[in-house]
């Protein structure tokens, strides 16, 4: 059972559907039939797709146009295919700081996935595979659009199989482990409680752990999450 998508997002509603005032969103990718793709899924979903993009120039351009709720972008398009995508990202994060961005990529990359999440609130790093649960990849959308940060489960997987001495994710039991992994998705408690098949109130008792293990106390419980993330990130 998935979490729900936050209401907190203007124009969203509890399945993932928007409601009035549908958010617009600007898709990127040099692939057109992906692009094309994304665009329909988002459009059958209530979404106001305003534009289409196939390279980091063409993204901006877009972005100052419409000034989007949401990007959407591969990390790697034209003319070098490394990361323009998030180079443009990053650009829109600079002139448009309320616009939610999610990043893209058919590869676990680690250093930009943590790069992008340290960037703030309403930021997301899935990889292309995840686009096919449909469910799942459009309450991944409500989840950023609401605030959340959304890092994908591969790229924690990879940080667990890599972590080194001296880490301090080592200290984390494999139930805590498993738990920030929900919380790299964006998952509130409940969420978690719902896949785990456990009361919220021990899903609380993991992330009071993890954050004290982590020594994450000195802001708010929300960006403590993200920081709990980064952490997992930056142990690599």
Known sequence: MRDTVPTAAAGLAHNGRVTENPLRVVV?????????????????????????????????????LHRPDLVIADIRMPPSHTTEGLDAARQIQEELPETALLILSAHVEVEHAMDLVAGGSR??????????????????????????????????????????????????????????????????????????????????????????????????????RVLAVLAFLDSR
Request: aromatic letters at 4%; hydrophobic letters at 45%.
């Open 123 to 224: 930021r997301g790093y899935l990889l292309k595979s995840r686009v096919t649960d449909i469910e799942d990849f459009i309450q991944t959308l409500g989840r950023i659009v609401g605030g959340g940060s959304v890092v994908d489960p591969a790229v924690v997987a990879e940080l667990v199989a890599a972590r080194r001495v001296n880490d301090p994710l080592q200290e984390l039991t494999a139930r805590e482990r498993e738990v920030l992994s929900l919380m790299a998705e964006g998952r509130s408690n409940a969420g978690i409680a719902r896949l785990l098949v456990v009361t919220e109130g021990t899903v609380e008792k993991h992330v009071h752990s993890i954050l004290q293990k982590l020594n994450l106390w000195d802001a708010s419980d929300d960006h403590r």
């Open 28 to 64: 990127a990718d040099d692939d057109v039939l992906l692009r094309e793709g994304i665009a329909s899924l988002l459009e059958r979903f209530g979404y106001e797709v305003a534009g289409q993009a196939a390279d980091g120039p063409e993204l901006i351009e877009l972005a100052r």
